[in-house]
């Protein structure tokens, strides 16, 4: 089975601007999870979806919003960007509604100048 | 709230000596833990898990760790470390109430093998 795969993996965007990343579950995985890591504040999970609903969403500004599609592959969208979105964006997914372990993507570096 | 909580964030070892990576968690609930190595410019990798039965858990690459309810602990170790196992490793915690894949990790730890 191929792994979770994220596109781009990596970005340069300017503040102000808007940026849209991409994450693909493992086949069969219904569950996709954001995080963000960064080197000040670790990871911090973002939100999660599953069967296209939000479930469950961090402490993060209204900037920040997903969405899923019906195939599971899941799209985040960053609104006016600062300095501070510059991080690492991790997705990841699951096969089960709850407690099971989450697979990874490589992650999409994104650098804010 | 739950917290997880690493209490070195560099571990350095020799190579072939056994090392333990502590790892401490606060939640009111019961929850599901989990081990996460990270190498450079790459996603974290599932080491290990603990859901639930036995408390010793074995993972990949030699890795073992204890859940310790009484402690609220789930230390990582390996008998003996290669050079290859210089990473970054992430200790985390998901509730078992609530119904959602929600992970709340610790800041990490370096543990850099030296030969």
């Known amino acids: 089975k191929a792994g979770v795969t994220q596109t781009p993996r990596y970005l340069i965007k300017t503040r102000g601007q808007q940026v849209t990343l991409s994450c693909s579950p493992i086949s069969g995985h219904r569950s996709v999870s954001w995080y963000q890591q960064t080197p000040g504040q670790g990871l911090q999970f973002l939100f999660e979806?599953?069967?296209?609903?939000?479930?469950n969403k961090g402490n993060f500004p209204g900037r920040f919003s997903g969405r899923q599609f019906s195939n599971s592959r899941s799209e985040m969208n960053v609104s006016t960007l600062e300095l501070g979105d510059s991080a690492l964006y991790l997705c990841?997914?699951?096969?089960?509604?709850?407690?099971?372990?989450?697979?990874f993507g490589p992650g999409t570096r994104l650098t804010v100048t | 709230a739950q917290s997880v909580t690493q209490l070195d964030s560099q571990v350095p070892v020799f190579e072939e000596a056994p090392v333990e990576l502590r790892c401490n968690y606060s939640?009111?609930?019961?929850?599901?833990l989990f081990w996460y190595v990270q190498y450079p410019n790459q996603g974290l990798q599932l080491l290990l898990k603990y859901l639930s039965g036995s408390t010793l858990v074995k993972g990949i690459n030699g890795f073992e760790a204890e859940f310790n309810k009484s402690q609220t602990s789930f230390h990582l170790r390996k008998p003996s470390v290669h050079i290859s196992d210089t990473a970054e490793y992430f200790c985390?915690?998901?509730?078992?109430?609530?119904?959602?894949?929600?992970?709340?990790f610790g800041a990490g730890t370096r543990l850099a093998v030296h030969p």
């Open positions: 979806y599953f069967s296209e609903t939000q479930r």
């Open positions: 990841a997914s699951s096969f089960r509604a709850s407690g099971d372990e989450q697979y």
């Open positions: 939640s009111s609930v019961s929850v599901y």
């Open positions: 985390a915690v998901n509730s078992r109430s609530g119904g959602y894949n929600k992970l709340i």
